[in-house]
Each structure stands twice: as structure tokens, then as C-alpha cells.
């Protein structure tokens, strides 16, 4: 069991940086002038990672409790999925969310 709890994190921790190159990926594709989607494709990287190490990080003073900490959660892995799907990678967002759901509901269950 402990090896499945293990994988679980280590589905969370690629699950993180899905969320950050789905935000990125976005960035770059919206339709603006090219200085915009640099700006969106770097930036919106950059201010997840903060709100994350802020509010979300196992070692922040700040940490979220729950019900916080779901609610920031899916407020970050939802536009992520949202994002997927609408630059046309519909099947990949979905398993995105899919996954998503799977491990925070492990986690919660097991207290990581």
C-alpha cells in the first residue's frame, strides 16, 4: 500500500507541472499580438507557481485548510483543463480533469 501512496504523490507532483505547462500552452496560442502571448505563455506560469507556493505548498505558513485548500486547488486545475480543451486538445484535458479528481480524492482519503 505504501508503494501506491507513494506513486499517488509523485501523480501529484506531475499533475503540478501538467498544470503548468497547460497554463503556459495557452498563453501561447490565445490570438493577440505576439508580445501579449509571451507576456500570458511566461506569466501565467509565474503567478501559478506563487499562489501555489503561498497558499498551497506542504511547507507554507500559509497554507490553505480544507475547505480552502479545494476550493484554491480547483481553481487552478480547473482553467487548466479549461485551457486543454479549448486550444483543441479536448481528450487530454479531459483526462487532465479525470486525473485530477482520482488524486485528490486518494489524497484526502489517505491524508497525504
Avoid: D
Wanted: with cysteine; glycine share 12%; charged share 10%.
Amino acid at each position: 500500500m505504501q508503494i501506491i501512496k507513494l506513486v499517488n504523490l509523485l501523480l501529484r507532483f506531475l499533475l503540478e507541472l501538467c498544470l503548468l505547462g497547460a497554463v503556459g500552452f495557452w498563453g501561447f496560442q490565445t490570438r493577440t499580438p505576439l508580445i501579449v502571448r509571451i507576456g500570458l505563455g511566461f506569466g501565467l506560469p509565474l503567478v501559478v507557481m506563487v499562489v501555489w507556493a503561498i497558499f498551497l505548498a506542504p511547507a507554507s505558513p500559509r497554507r490553505l485548510r480544507e475547505p480552502g485548500l479545494l476550493i484554491a486547488e480547483v481553481a487552478l486545475f480547473a482553467p487548466a483543463v479549461g485551457a486543454l480543451y479549448s486550444t483543441g486538445h479536448r481528450g487530454l484535458g479531459v483526462l487532465f480533469g479525470v486525473f485530477y479528481g482520482i488524486n485528490r480524492l486518494l489524497m484526502t482519503i489517505w491524508r497525504q
